[in-house]
């Protein structure tokens, strides 16, 4: 009879604490979707940094390393336009990090303040890390992807001797 108690009382509370729950913006499937879709995001950008980063380290030995046989005019071109927009993905994702984590920060406060100007003005500061870092996530992806398609022209110069 005393093991009956504490699941009715777990039960309860549970109902209690899905009731005494604030609404959010998002419910249900909606709000999944959401999370879903954020979760891609942050590790779509993680993962980006991460290769732009390695790639780096490739172009760098390339570059630095004796290679036989040695580059020609045409590959150390080609490389270095690979390593320059390689090298604004890694910055531009890291800054997007950045942006990103004030952005939450400075909305986190503005929803604690109870003065509606510095809330106002937290929100509008926000928007601009928001802008920021919008910037920087597009910026991420159009130099990843200047960067492979140059990595790719290297490769192909590479092995046909160019």
């Not at 879903?36 to 290769?51: D, F, G, I, M």
């Not at 390393?65 to 390593?83: K, S």
Request: overall charge positive; some cysteine.
């Amino acid at each position: 009879m005393t093991s009956e108690r504490p699941q009715e009382n777990s039960q309860d509370r549970s109902s209690e604490s899905r009731q005494r729950r604030p609404r959010s913006r998002g419910e249900g499937f909606a709000q999944i979707l959401h999370d879903r879709a954020r979760r891609s995001a942050e590790q779509l950008n993680k993962l980006l940094v991460s290769l732009s980063t390695a790639i780096l380290a490739v172009y760098f030995l390339a570059l630095t390393t004796g290679i036989e046989p040695e580059l020609t005019n045409w590959q150390t071109i080609i490389c270095i336009a690979g390593l320059v927009p390689m090298g604004i993905a890694t910055v531009a994702g890291i800054l997007g990090l950045l942006c990103d984590a004030k952005r939450n920060y400075l909305r986190a406060t503005a929803l604690q303040t109870e003065e509606q100007e510095k809330r106002d003005q937290l929100f509008a500061v926000r928007e601009r890390w928001l802008n920021y870092e919008r910037w920087c996530d597009r910026s991420l992806s159009i130099f990843f992807v200047i960067g492979v398609i140059a990595s790719v022209v290297y490769l192909v110069l590479r092995v046909m001797g160019w």
